[in-house]
């Protein structure tokens, strides 16, 4: 059976949550399936000198374009939290403590929905056990300050980096690195032909 295609992505990055309402279609498109790893995208800006693309000169504004006009292209809803970029601790932290992945998944999903498709605030651990509760999940207010969660998304982290991971959405396949959720195509493409 194929490798899964390996999804890293920050809960912060609105092109991660693009690529979130596509890439399992994608992928079942293609017989395969989804391995779906959250990282802390600002321990890979610390290696590579990056900041939030939105704080960025010249790049800011057109990417607070691009991201809208993406999100109509591919008819998905998109608004931008109030706060942003935000740091979506809480939601990485039980994505991992949840140590399932299809539990996991469903939860980042509703995390990702809830940022960008409507533009709520999902930093405080409340907001995400909120999210958590209609998909039966119970105990997220706990699971955040537990030492071994906490260590979980420090590992995943580490691990991402290791693997060459500096960006939101990024994703692997067959050992084959793509970057961004614009490579969405040459992802598809690469499935299809068996790379290039």
Do not use: C
């Not at 293609?30 to 000198?49: D, Q, Y």
């Not at 900041?51 to 057109?62: C, I, N, S, V």
């Amino acid at each position: 059976m194929a490798e899964p295609i390996d999804f890293y992505f920050d809960f912060s990055s609105p092109y991660g949550y693009l690529a979130s309402t596509q890439i399992d279609a994608l992928a079942a498109r293609h017989g395969r399936t989804v391995a779906w790893h959250p990282f802390l995208l600002g321990a890979a800006f610390k290696l590579t000198g990056q900041r939030a693309l939105t704080e960025q000169p010249m790049r800011g504004p057109y990417a607070l374009r691009d991201f809208d006009r993406s999100a109509r292209l591919l008819g998905v809803p998109f608004h931008l939290p109030h706060a942003f970029p935000f740091f979506a601790l809480a939601a990485s932290r039980v994505f991992y403590w949840l140590e399932d992945p299809s539990r996991g998944q469903a939860l980042a999903k509703a995390v990702y929905h809830a940022a960008f498709g409507e533009g709520r605030d999902v930093t405080p651990v409340a907001a995400v056990a909120e999210l958590a509760r209609p998909l039966g999940m119970e105990g997220i207010e706990h699971a955040v300050e537990l030492p071994e969660t906490k260590a979980k998304l420090r590992d995943a982290t580490d691990r991402a980096i290791a693997r060459g991971v500096f960006g939101s959405p990024f994703f692997i396949v067959d050992g084959e690195p793509f970057w961004g959720h614009d490579r969405l195509g040459q992802v598809e493409r690469w499935l299809a032909t068996g790379g290039w």
